[in-house]
């Protein structure tokens, strides 16, 4: 068919179907660059701004500019200028979304709308040695108070020793006002997120627990890798998002390079004497397939500066020896896994959400991941409780955390007993101009 013909049919198609049309072969994709049909869409998206009160139809517009003016630039600049806008367009919308803070948590209020609104989702792309990827498309959400928990379980993945690396990718639509119900087929954006390596994984990662069929592994930052004990194919994932900077990690990136975070400016206070030591408050959650184990809010946490060894601040948000704070986990705690088949609990394991912000109440250390409870080697002093003691232990750049916990037999239930926080002191001078 001549090409003159092609480029008529084309003119009638919008833009997400031209951008799928020249995927078809390099003769469409050169056709579907083409520089008139493109500008048509994009003045009717965009108009010129106009000095007098008479309005052209799109039509006129484009025939204002000559044919010849259209053409000398090179093929497909139209294109690449209407995806630019829209995308920095999406950003603004995105910005003002999530302005509205949440007192309690110093996190974006309308996280779950914006996720909705812009029907986005999460991809992991498994890439083997030879650089062949396996795209894995979610199959399951479920939403936290602070947090997101994303699944993928199937039947279609690759063995797990020809894999060298994992990434998790936020994906969008390309263009959203005009893709309402988005395909995994249609054109979308990728935003690298976090990128995980699967060579030696059994050897060299941490086993957090086990049923009769999994056995769980633990990539920080947050992502789960359930393996089967039969054959050590891989049975499910599991991505435990924290909500601060989600939408702006899953969106604003690109398919290579990750979002990097605006700089933190300090905020120097040359009068306090312990600035960057009080006034924290700590928002923790910890919770596994829609369920809540515990959820609360402490205020007033503090630091004294004899209290900072070994380049740490400590927090002490449940003190062992104060009865009162001590808190129940509600439930039976276990990290509850399914595949298309198959379903179990694996005990003492779970998700915890921190949220931890300064005293001007912004977000200063946050994280969602994967834990699990150790039976403890030491005996306990609290005569008030009697029962095995069990540890949890968090460690990552910014800090520590430390939770000890005991099993009440009677009640079938555990208790922390235990809750404290350290901080880098390295991150707390970077964050406050102090040096700690």
Same mark, same amino acid.
């Given at each position: ?21 020249? %995927? ?33 139809? +799109? ?76 795209? !894995? ?41 005009? %893709?309402? +119900?988005?395909?995994? *087929? ?10 995980? *390596? ?13 049923? !009769? ?72 959650? !910890? ?7 515990? %959820? ?55 998700? !915890? ?41 968090? +460690? ?41």
């Amino acid at each position: 068919m001549p090409s003159e013909i092609l480029l008529k049919l084309f003119s009638y198609l919008g833009a997400v179907s031209l951008l799928c049309i020249g %995927c078809v072969n390099k003769r469409f994709y050169h056709l579907a660059n083409d520089n008139v049909i493109w500008f048509k869409i994009y003045s009717s998206f965009f108009p010129p701004k106009r000095t007098n009160w008479k309005t052209n139809s +799109v039509e006129r517009t484009a025939i204002l500019l000559s044919h010849a003016t259209i053409q000398d630039r090179e093929s497909g600049y139209w294109k690449n200028e209407y995806i630019t806008k829209q995308i920095a367009t999406g950003k603004t919308r995105i910005i003002q979304l999530l302005k509205p803070i949440n007192p309690y948590t110093g996190l974006p209020l309308k996280t779950k709308e914006a996720i909705k609104t812009y029907s986005l989702s999460w991809v992991i792309v498994l890439k083997d040695r030879n650089g062949k990827e396996h795209v !894995m498309e979610q199959v399951d959400i479920s939403y936290n108070d602070t947090s997101i928990t994303v699944f993928w379980y199937g039947t279609n993945w690759p063995c797990l020793d020809t894999l060298s690396t994992l990434e998790l990718c936020g994906v969008t639509p390309l263009l959203l006002d005009q %893709c309402k +119900v988005p395909t995994k *087929n249609g054109p979308r954006r990728r935003s690298l997120i976090a990128e995980f *390596n699967l060579t030696n994984l059994t050897k060299v990662t941490t086993m957090i627990g086990s049923d !009769m069929l999994v056995q769980l592994f633990r990539l920080n930052p947050g992502l789960l890798v359930g393996l089967w004990k039969k054959g050590n194919g891989i049975a499910f994932v599991t991505a435990s998002l924290h909500h601060h900077q989600l939408i702006e990690r899953s969106t604003l990136g690109s398919a290579t390079i990750q979002y990097i975070l605006p700089p933190h400016k300090p905020i120097l206070d040359d009068v306090d004497p312990e600035y960057g030591l009080h006034g924290y408050q700590l928002h923790i959650d !910890m919770h596994n397939g829609g369920h809540t184990y515990m %959820c609360g809010t402490f205020r007033n946490l503090f630091c004294r500066k004899d209290y900072i060894r070994n380049g740490y601040l400590r927090l002490t948000v449940i003190s062992l020896k104060n009865n009162s704070q001590h808190l129940p986990l509600a439930g039976k705690v276990g990290f509850f896994w399914r595949t298309d088949v198959f379903e179990g609990n694996i005990q003492n394991c779970y998700m !915890m959400d921190v949220t931890l912000l300064d005293e001007t109440e912004k977000p200063f250390w946050c994280f969602s991941a994967p834990v699990y409870m150790k039976l403890s080697s030491k005996a306990s002093c609290l005569y008030d409780y009697m029962g095995h003691n069990y540890d949890l232990n968090y +460690v990552d750049s910014e800090g520590k955390v430390h939770v000890e916990l005991i099993w009440i037999e009677e009640t079938k239930e555990y208790y922390i007993v235990n809750l404290i926080l350290y901080l880098s002191t390295e991150k707390v001078n970077r964050w406050f101009g102090t040096k700690y």
